[in-house]
């Protein structure tokens, strides 16, 4: 399953079993896409009126905007977090593979999933409790899978340094929500994973 098909399949597309999308998949793509560029105030009329249908029609398939933010951030996470392992898992003994993997997984995610990530930066505070524990514990998992291969590749390097870096290497593979389209898609991916690499793999010495 490719990182584009489950972001999708949590946003509005195909699933990995490639059944069509539901009404509620195509309620919940532009409710993300209505959330990441207007923020958190749209209310459920506006995306009622965006989905043709009215906002209390909406709650047949959502509880209210908390549930719209749950449903679309937290299938992302449990997709990274397979995702890092699968690509880990496929490269045992291979530090300098496993993370030029990763970095492909992730800058195609980034690059396919803008408007989720910036729901992400933005507006994750906004859920409860409970499913934003969920979220922030995936994310914690799928670190520790670049910390692994960080500390591989960096002997001596302290885990919370590696978290340090990774975070870092994040922050820029997620820009993509806020780079212009002059470059073509094609370009961009490579422009990010050469940057991200090179961070990485750049000495952690004092």
């Known amino acids: 399953m490719t990182v584009g098909q489950q972001t999708r399949g949590a946003a509005g597309g195909a699933t990995g079993s490639g059944r069509r999308r539901s009404r509620r998949d ?19 009329d506006d995306i009622g009126a965006a989905a043709g249908v009215t906002g209390p029609a909406l709650y047949h398939h959502f509880a209210g905007k908390e549930a719209m933010l749950a449903a679309a951030l937290i299938p992302v996470s449990e997709g990274l977090l ?15 593979g496993t993370l030029e993997s990763l970095i492909d997984f992730h800058v195609e995610f980034a690059l396919a999933n803008p408007a989720v990530i910036a729901l992400h930066l933005h507006e994750l505070d906004r859920l409860p409790d409970e499913p934003r524990r969920t979220i922030r514990r995936l994310q914690r998992l799928y670190v520790e899978q ?36 002059e470059v073509d898609r094609q370009r961009r991916a490579a422009l990010l994973r050469a940057a991200t690499l090179a961070a990485l793999l750049a000495e952690t010495d004092a």
């Open 82 to 96: 397979e995702g890092g392992r699968e690509r880990a898992a496929a490269h045992p003994e291979d530090p300098r």
């Open 26 to 44: 195509e309620i919940l793509e532009i409710a993300v896409g209505l959330f990441a560029t207007r923020g958190y105030h749209v209310s459920m």
């Open 146 to 181: 670049w910390v692994t291969v960080l500390t591989a590749l960096h002997p001596g390097l302290p885990a919370g340094e590696a978290r340090v870096l990774a975070h870092a290497a994040f922050g820029l593979m997620n820009s993509t929500p806020f780079l212009g389209g």
